[in-house]
Structures are given as structure tokens and as C-alpha cells.
């Protein structure tokens, strides 16, 4: 392996393994650290860990685990993949984590860019926007777990690391990649990097070529594999047939759109976090609705901010949301085993709970459904996935996904 990116949850991991794959690189992504070498011939390997929202001590202590396996596959570049909105708190988990890694690896400096201005992504004077509004006007000041309340992403990462935080400008990176070389401090730091358009994280991936830590969202390896000689290719697809589920634990803006949208049209079931906390809903009692329903149901958890804010004081944020996580984990298990061959996910740390309690320690990358968005393969099994965080695709993104694991390419 050349490239060995870490991962803070599971649909940011499926996000970069598109990335890497559609320019050229073969990839697969890894459930947790692996306990064995990796298959020979892999340019990359994405381990998926879900350290977003978990303890300082234990995301940095996973995040030191893949690194260490990384390294021991051949790795000269480790990428710390986090969301492209940034998500953290003023405790972590993103600056703890790089201040480890850099040690792991003795980097110096750390180019920071979340950007990914194809998905409405961008960084400009050091503040994050998503589309036209900046990250704590865009909904994700109401995240249930990760509220971004500050765009300016050189003070969200200041107050989460002892390392001076710097910026270099768009203007300088519009200068090319020596431009931003020079642009680096002569001390240690990591440094915001601005990114308005996608070759800007081109040019980015270039001035990083001999950089052995990096940060970002998808975008920041858009430009790393040609670095390697690759050359952009469209990864391929063998179709899976067969029934399908759809399951929503998002609650963002986007989501909750696809969900009013694909209620329409089809059967569909809500979960709320007190049904679940109560006992009255369980993952045997919605798989027994889910197979009997003709087509394609939904199963979703994905209510307006302030029922959110409601469960979680009722419940407590983190129990409220490990009982949701863990019921979707189980019914797409027991759907699994009854022949349930096609399951569309909403939401990061949902889709993290669904890939574990499906079992699939490796996956494989397959074409785009929207940007920043895969079809995945389950090793050894005809099992497709789509994994989305919540903030991605259209209103119409639940049916195209569902239809894009059947039509081979």
C-alpha cells in the first residue's frame, strides 16, 4: 500500500475509498483495525473506525492502532479522514487525534482542509461553508450529538490542540503548490488550508506529496494518488439483486427530505428513541413488519431537531443513541440472514452500527451513487450496501441507490 487513511466514521470511509478509487487507485475499506495483512495488490486501505463521538482516550487510541497497521502494509502516507463539516467538540476528537498521529509519525506540519467543493464544501479565509452558508448557519449547529456552532476552523481546532493552528489563504493556494509549501511556518503547526474549487485540492494533494500526515474530508485525496502515478478510472460494479430496506438514523436537512420523499412511495415505519428505550420496539418485531411488506420499506429514526433535543433529555444524548444504533445493527443482521440482499443507510454513526452488526470486516468500493457516496460490496457475500452520511444526495437518493445496486457497469 501506498496511502493509508484513517477513518472517524464508516460512511466518511466508503467516501474516501470512492475518492482513491475513482483516481485509479485499487482500495478497499476495513471494518475496525484488521488482525491480518491485506490482500496483496491494494494501493490503499480505508479502516473505518467509529472514534467521531467516542471517548478522547479511545479514539486516539484506535486511531494509533490503524496507524500502526497501516505502516506495517507499507504505508509512506497516513490521511486522517474526518467529516467534511468538521464534526468535533471543543474536547476532540480531531486535534488529539493528530497530536498522536504526528508523534506516531514525527510530522511536522498537518495540512487541515475539509473541503470538497463538488458536494458544497469549501474553505475560504479559514471558515468551513456548506453551500452558500457558513457551517454554523447550515443545520449542523443542531447536530444531536456534535453541534458546529463556529465556522472559523482555526479557533474550533485551536481550543482542541496544544499545536499552534495556522492558515494558508485561497490566494495563496490559487499560486500553485510550491506557493503553499512556502507558505508552511518553519515550526510545527497544523494549518488550515483554503480550498474554493476542486483543483484547488488538486493542488493540494500535490504540495502534500511528501507529507506523511494529512487532514480532511473526502476532497483531500483527490489529488494524492496521481502522486503515484494513477490515472482516474471509474470503478466497476457486478450487479446485486434482490430485496431491499432502506434505514434512516439521520437527522439532518438532507435526510430528512429523502425520507419524507420515499414515504410516499413506499411502506415505511418510525422508531423513536422512546419507543426504543421503553421496550415496545424491538429489532425482531421490525424485521417481522419489514418481510412482510411488498417492496421496499423504511425503517427510519429521523426526527426534527427539537424531538431530538427531547429524547436526549429524557434518555441522556448518549444512551438515547446507542439504543437507536444498536437496534438498526441487529435488524439489519436478522434481515441479512432472511435474504435481504440490498440495504441503503442514512447517517454515519448508523451506518457504523449497521456494518458492525452485519459482521463485514472488509469492503469493496464500487461506482458512485452521488458524490461522495459509493456502492460497497460485503467480502465473500451478495450483499450491497450504501452507506450515507446525512448531509449527502438528493431527495430522490434512496431510490437511485437502490436501483444503481442492480445495473452493472
Known sequence: MQIGIIADDFTGASDIALTLAEAGFRVAQF???????AEPGLQAGVVALKSRTAPVDQAVAESLAACDWLLAQGCGQIVSKVCSTFDSTPQGNIGPVLEALAGRLGARHIMVCPAFPENGRSVYQGHLFVGDRLLNESGMQDHPLTPMTD?????VLAAQTRWPVAHVPAQVVARGSDAILAALPETPAMVIVDAIRDADLFTIGTAARDQ????????????????HGAVRAEPSWDPVSGP??????SCSRATRAQVARFRERHPSIEVSAQAVMNGSVTAEKLADWVLGQA???LVYSSADPQAVLDAQQAFGREASAHAIEMLFARLACILAENGVS?????????????????GARVLYIGRRIAPGVPLVHVQG?????????????????????LAAMEGGR
Open 212 to 227: 506523511v500526515l494529512l487532514c480532511g474530508g473526502s476532497g483531500i485525496a483527490l489529488g494524492l494518488p496521481a502522486n
Open 295 to 297: 417492496g421496499v420499506p
Open 342 to 358: 440490498r440495504i441503503v443507510v442514512a447517517g454515519g454513526e448508523t451506518s457504523g452500527a449497521v456494518v458492525s452488526g452485519l
Open 244 to 249: 431491499g430496506v432502506v434505514l434512516s438514523g
Open 381 to 401: 457475500r451478495q450483499l450491497a450496501l450504501a452507506l450515507k452520511s446525512g448531509n449527502f444526495g438528493d431527495e430522490q437518493f434512496f431510490e437511485t441507490a
Open 151 to 155: 465556522a472559523d476552523l482555526r479557533r
Open 31 to 37: 471494518n475496525g483495525v484488521p488482525d491480518t495483512a
